[in-house]
């Protein structure tokens, strides 16, 4: 399988493809701008670290890294439900992208610092997934559903970033001011979100809905900002586990909640989607990180 690869889609020595140390394979990606791990498994970014930063994307010391298991860390595809499958509690947690093996369509190289990776997914009732991944000093991902069936299907769909931070009680997160969220951790009780910065000091699971802004999470102990810009999407999720669930969590070490903040981009809840048949909807995220003076106060 790996030399297939190489052979299709290698690039030089700036796109190749390995077997990690569970026997699963992954594209590695090196430029000048950046390095980068993307598995076929859920067609997962693991790892996005440009050049003079800190790694944008946190993965967890205990993931499971096994064919058809999802990797705790990096960006999960989280398609066609969020959460628990209403009706059916025994479907999986967040659809079945996240842990199936996507297949790579196309490789192309541009400029000798921009790769891009084209993986797609044929679901069941004639649902075709596309994602296409452009790797530079910013991380580019778009996830395009196309409905091949006669009939109307309806969906969820999340990008569920894990962000690596200094530590997630120090930063802030704007971007969601005055926004109307439902609170998971309370109820599903609908509430508003303060006219200020957002800083988490406890356990946090909020769906952000009706909201198409971009976000942006302060980080003065890093020193560094990072930008989520964000279209066709009209959620945003903002998770922590934070102590007690974290100890719960096989796959996530005890302290690591501390250096993790996950903000999705999503359509979720309200703001699920319809599409009819021969349409196709697209949803897009980006990723930069620009320095933060340590002198400036974040917001």
Known sequence: MVKELKERFGIGDKLSFELDEHGMDRAVIETADVQAKIYLNGAHITEFTPAGHRPLLFLSSKS??????????????????????????????????RTAQWKIDNTSLFEDTVVSIDFSLDAANQIHLRYSVMIASGLRVELAVHNRSEHPFTFEEALHNYLAVSDVRNVSITGLESSEFIDKTDSMNRKTSPPHPLRLESETDRVYVNTTAWCRIYDSDWERRITLRKSNSSTTVVWNPWIETARKMTDLAAEEWKSMLCIETANAADNAITLNPGDEHRMALSITASPQSPSSPPP
Not at 85 to 92: E, I, L, N, R, T
């Open 64 to 97: 499971n890294f096994t064919r058809g298991k999802a990797i705790r860390g990096g960006i999960p595809i989280i398609f066609p439900w969020f959460g628990a499958k209403a009706g059916d509690p025994s479907a999986p947690m967040h659809g079945f992208a």
